[in-house]
């Protein structure tokens, strides 16, 4: 969820002094930009993967100070909810056999930090929406003690004036009105980074932009929250609704949300920091006493504090980062679409197939979002969401076609030459690669296999969903921690 902030309250004076702070973060950009002031060295990678933390029964535990301080690594850190934390990976250049040893490394990094939260009476666990999630373990009893969740949850309340109103359709379609933005809290998702130059960013955006969708149909994690099968990735809407600072009355107006895929195809990543200022409040307005100006003045980097900080309160799809380190400042682009799990290979798989397809548009001579709508994308989003590996969207060229019929024909092989051109291993790359290709022949995603134990339980006389939900969940958590994709995992 961003950076930590202490627990203070917030005046009117506050909010106009950081307006104009951020703009004069938003002027300093603009000058670093044109002074070429950023790294260009190989592209890097790094992932962050949110976790569930469950008891014994596979129930959600509001357990993560124990689970932290039993782990005692700091790449571990604490999320919104008591039951979640996250894993911070070190990049690594997108070279040879690079996916081998992130596989290796989060193989290793899962076993250490698994065993360190079972002596706790605990698990770690990789999904979307964890199943067995009840709406009574969203109280305020599961906010993590860090005031900036607090002061989130207070802003986005006010900014709204209402309770939060989740409505999401689906086989079992649900209505319910909550009273803070916890259930933002049950999605849990896998993040890519890609650092870029600064003249490559608007590419690989508007590329990753142009591919949301079919990662979202791929990966489908999250089909069941509070006991009803609803969207096979259900994450994506849940985000959308449950940190809305909008009212209706403004949601008719056009007024955008802060969860966001975007309004058009981008020239710079200057235009997303420009947006934040130009469409979006500050929720949570803190300034520093750093001048940007000044600092970049004396030849030094300034860490735009108060640029960084409101653009992590504006959740797009894919997120323009500025980040310092040792002294020189890069640019990412962090991808937020992926929903966590189902195991380690899967979600090494995805990464891969992302950053193999997305450096493959981005480098096309004729871009693919110079023959798509942008509304198109957004489209293919909601109904990759929707639908999962069954939903139809839009691909130049093709039409409107099933998503994975289009991994198959189009993408994987477009993804193999990305691969190949960052100088991937390419047996790596195959390996990965047939993962995906396997996902789609079988039609079996993470969320299809849970619909599918599900219906599979109750047919064999689980009549209670909860009964049904727990039990699948404990075979889910069984068959992540064996490692296999899950596409081979056999149904209960």
């Known amino acids: ?50 976790f569930n933390i469950v008891d014994a029964a596979g129930r959600a535990a509001m357990a993560n100070a124990e689970v932290l301080a039993a782990i005692a690594d700091p790449a571990w850190a604490n999320e919104l909810g008591r039951f979640n934390v996250e894993l911070s990976v070190e990049p690594a250049v997108l070279s040879g056999e690079v996916f081998t040893s992130l596989e290796a490394t989060l193989r290793g990094i899962l076993a250490k930090a698994g065993e360190r ?13 964890l ?27 006010a900014a709204r004036g209402e309770e939060t109103r989740l409505s999401i359709g689906g086989a079992e379609p649900l209505l ?25 960013f608007a590419s690989y955006w508007n590329a990753a932009q142009a591919i949301a969708g079919i990662q979202v149909a791929l990966a489908a994690n999250s089909p069941y929250l509070f006991g009803h099968e609803l969207w096979r990735e259900t994450r994506i809407t849940l985000f959308e609704q449950s940190t ?7 949601k008719e107006q056009g007024v955008r949300p802060r969860v966001w895929f975007g309004d058009r195809w981008i020239t710079s990543v200057f235009d997303l920091f420009e947006e934040n200022l130009r469409y979006f409040p500050a929720l949570l307005p ?6 940007p100006l000044a600092v970049l003045e004396r030849g030094e980097t300034p860490d735009l504090a108060e640029l960084t900080l409101h653009n992590g309160t504006i959740w797009r799809w894919n997120r323009p980062v500025y980040a310092v380190v040792d002294g020189t400042p890069h640019l990412r682009v962090e991808n937020r679409v992926l929903p966590a799990g189902p195991t380690v290979t899967d979600v090494v798989a995805n990464a891969a197939f992302y950053y193999g397809l997305v450096h493959e548009l981005a ?31 839009y691909w130049p060229g093709f039409g409107v076609v099933r998503a994975g019929e289009l991994v198959l024909r189009v993408l994987l092989p477009l993804a193999a030459s990305g691969l190949a051109r960052w100088g991937i291993d390419r047996a790596d790359a195959r390996r990965l690669l047939s993962v ?16 599918a134990a599900v219906r599979r339980l109750h047919k064999r006389g689980v009549a209670d969903r909860d009964e049904a939900l727990t039990l699948m969940t404990q075979r889910y958590i069984e068959a992540m921690e064996a490692g296999d994709p899950v596409h081979t995992w056999p149904l209960p």
């Open 286 to 291: 803190l300034s520093e006493e750093a001048d």
């Open 244 to 250: 809305d600072t909008r009212p209706q009355e403004l």
């Open 363 to 393: 480098e096309a001579e004729r871009p693919v979002w110079s023959q798509m709508s942008f509304s198109a994308a957004a489209a293919n989003l909601r109904a990759g969401a929707k639908h999962g590996l069954d939903a139809e969207v």
């Open 436 to 451: 995906i290709e396997q996902r789609c022949l079988t039609g079996r995603n993470g969320a299809a296999w849970q619909v």
């Open 176 to 200: 319910l009105y909550v009273d803070n933005i916890l259930p933002e809290a049950a999605g849990t998702s896998v993040q890519c980074h890609l650092q870029v130059s600064p003249e490559a």
């Open 117 to 129: 939260a079972e002596s706790t009476g605990n698990r770690l666990v990789m999904v979307g929406i």
């Open 131 to 157: 199943p067995t999630l009840r709406a009574e373990d969203l109280g305020d009893h599961a906010f993590s003690p860090n005031p900036r969740y607090r002061l989130l949850n207070d802003q986005i309340l």
């Open 1 to 50: 969820m961003g950076r930590d902030v202490p627990a203070i309250t917030i005046s009117r004076r506050d909010k106009r002094a950081y307006r104009e702070k951020v703009r004069s973060c938003l002027d300093v950009l603009a000058r670093m930009l044109h002074e070429s002031r950023f790294e260009a060295g190989p592209p890097q990678a790094g992932l962050e993967i949110e």
